[in-house]
């Protein structure tokens, strides 16, 4: 079981979480959990570190005592929990990273999992004591304290599942996966199963639901996902929630399981670029040496004329650090202007149907056509089709796309 | 160097204990830092584990998940410092307790240090790094964080300094230890040195300013202590605050060296009691076996009847608890009536001139008494006499005996 911030923001949710576990443990099941900081706790101490780090946003992010500041949120949320669970007279205990431990490479800020020895949470659940996992932390091979980047709670999740050899319920504020965000389209419809593929699809377009990584880790150890809501009153059960799964066990198939949108990109347009080979690979080796996600890419000839221009999305918060690494390289890559667009969305509909159907584009740019949405970059992939557009279509795009695949009859 | 709450409480405090620390560098020392948590952040952190663990004021503190909450305070402040230094050039890192180790025995939430291994922080230390030590935490034998009881980073930085082999600076709110309190008594003197004996009675007296556990500490293992003050402005030197040290190393002995107050503690009396043995071992034997320590007795016999009263004193958070076991235990004790009185004050004066001066004793008694000051309870030990008497007349008191001691003339 994985509770994130919003779950355990106070001590009243903490109770309620305690139930939730109690349920779980007395359903038969050995539980561990997984928690998140409280709710705002991780932003008051990234604003700490801010302060106390080099000058410039993210920059104290890559400072391993960045780490230890922020590691303690997680640290509080699973002490509180196994007293509750204690005092509610349930075997409890609490494990950090260090304790499990969950082995993290050194990339501070941003670690990777190496690996959970699985023998010491184990004894512990086997002895019928409910394991308590600080979220969002590893260690080092030298004992250093090392976090897994924002989210990072659910990769521990499933990462802690995979290793002990259980399924992951993962407890947020919603009750499970929608075919998009109900707070736009209010005929949004929950999904019972959803497929890996295209819940990665949907976290890394823009869904708030699962973190990436967690759902790449899901679908590499087959580890069986659940997203479940934990507002549930005393005596009231979660729900089904959606069950995030292989392919193969979802029997009634989908073309379009949902559209996702996302308004953290930024545009980046260099306009008369030399039109000769190796152009690109100066522009994208120069953003992929200092670190910067490129995601959508199109390039376009002037008629008339025989220079090209690049359009590209990054991250909003690279944005201005990505045409600082342009600019600089102006000579060699040779454009004569360059331009930001921030007012930009960009929205995808997503589902393993497009593998086996055809006519999915058509009907996605048809259905923006109608509306008088204008697209600036498209990019696909096997299972999505995601379009660059002025962000104040974006509600309206979102409800068209929703309808043009009839999503609300699901 | 120790730094406590007040001294970083805030991004810009942790900023000027930075300045410090790197003075200490640069004049050739190799530096180990302990901090205390940013001030207000423990009592929040232990005011969630009152709500989380079982109620009762202090209850929650003998479970070991209260310190896996309450040491993450420390953690914040040890990554904080470690960032800033680094960030001014300076090579640090923190250091955990479980990173240390500073193995503690398992008495959560007031543990006592087993063992320091000094040999990593001193590899640390050898290669020019400032090593940032998170005060008040420990780790048990079995890998569980553990904490040192309400001051414990003093009790910290302290045993660090005895395990390195160092001397120990203790940077507080206050320049050094004072006659007496100056916010009592203006005329109060600021001691140059001050022998381990003095400065244990005095802080198990009252005084504020160190703890008493990491006294005795310096005292078993003969480390230099300095009381100095972190409150200084760039450019500026803490000045040479006051040594605590062995009292052979004091050249001008004095007879009374200070006078201490306390407001914590509350007086029980029993009255009625049979005036038989076995009464008194009746009475502590029964708040012993309930840890509550007692401190000042005095026993009298009404000169008409055959029965005696008993006074003693109490922690003030341990009175109605007190109150509590003995009437549990009235019928076996045997007396009639039992009376709270919270309206205390202790003052005490101190010194080890008082081994081999007379009259200490009774300058106090005068003093007292020339300003209609009633004396309820005395205690004594060979370098101090306390006097319990009515709270209103604490601040008369000490200026009457700083004045009666001339100390203001030290």
């Known amino acids: 079981m994985k509770f994130g911030g ?3 923001a106070d001590l009243e949710r903490i109770r309620r ?21 409280m709710a705002g706790k991780t932003n008051e101490l990234v604003a700490w570190t801010d302060g106390a780090g080099p000058a410039g946003q993210g920059l104290a992010s890559s400072d391993s005592e960045y780490d230890v500041v922020v590691a303690s949120g997680e640290q509080v949320t699973a002490g509180l929990l196994a007293m509750t669970l204690r005092n509610m007279g349930v075997p409890a205990r609490s494990w950090m990273g260090w304790q499990v431990p969950l082995i993290a490479d050194d990339a501070h800020g941003r670690a990777r999992i190496d690996e959970i020895p699985p023998e010491k949470l184990a004894a512990a659940m086997d002895s019928g004591e409910v394991a308590v996992i600080a979220g969002f932390q590893g260690v080092t091979r030298d004992g250093r304290i090392a976090t897994l980047g924002r989210g ?12 002990v050899g259980a399924a992951c319920d993962i407890y947020t504020d ?19 199963k959803i497929s890996y593929e295209e819940m990665l699809e949907m976290a890394s377009l823009g869904a708030k639901v699962l973190q990436t990584r ?8 087959h580890v069986p996902v659940r997203v479940l809501s934990s507002f549930v009153e005393p005596g009231e059960a979660p729900g089904q929630g959606t069950i995030v799964c292989d392919e193969e066990e979802i029997v009634e198939k989908r073309i379009v399981s949902g559209v996702a949108y996302s308004r953290d990109e930024a545009k980046i347009s260099l306009f008369g670029l030399p039109d000769h080979p190796g152009v690109s690979s100066n522009i994208f080796g120069a953003l992929a040496d200092a670190n910067v996600n490129v995601d959508m890419i199109v390039q376009s000839h002037a008629r008339t004329a025989d220079t090209a221009n690049m359009e590209f999305t990054v991250g909003k918060r690279d944005a201005a650090r990505a045409v600082e690494i342009v600019r600089a390289a102006q000579s060699s890559i040779g454009f004569e202007d360059v331009q930001v667009n921030e007012d930009v969305a960009k929205v995808s509909v997503i589902g393993v149907g497009m593998r086996s159907h055809t006519g999915v584009a058509k009907t996605m740019f048809q259905a923006l ?15 999505k089709i995601s379009v660059l557009i002025d962000a104040a279509y974006t509600e309206l795009a979102v409800r068209a796309l929703h309808a043009a695949y009839e999503l609300e009859k699901l």
């Open 6 to 8: 919003t779950s355990v």
């Open 17 to 37: 979480v305690a139930r939730l576990v109690n349920a779980e443990r007395e359903a038969g099941h050995q539980v561990a959990v997984v928690v998140s900081a």
């Open 152 to 163: 990072g709670s659910d990769t521990s999740a499933v990462a802690i599942a995979a290793a």
């Open 174 to 192: 919603v009750d499970g996966v929608y075919t998009t965000d109900p707070r736009i389209e209010s005929r949004a419809r929950k999904l019972a």
């Open 214 to 221: 967690s759902v790449e880790l899901a679908m590499a150890y």
């Open 369 to 383: 056509a109608d509306k008088g949405v204008n697209i600036q970059v498209i990019s696909t992939s096997e299972i």
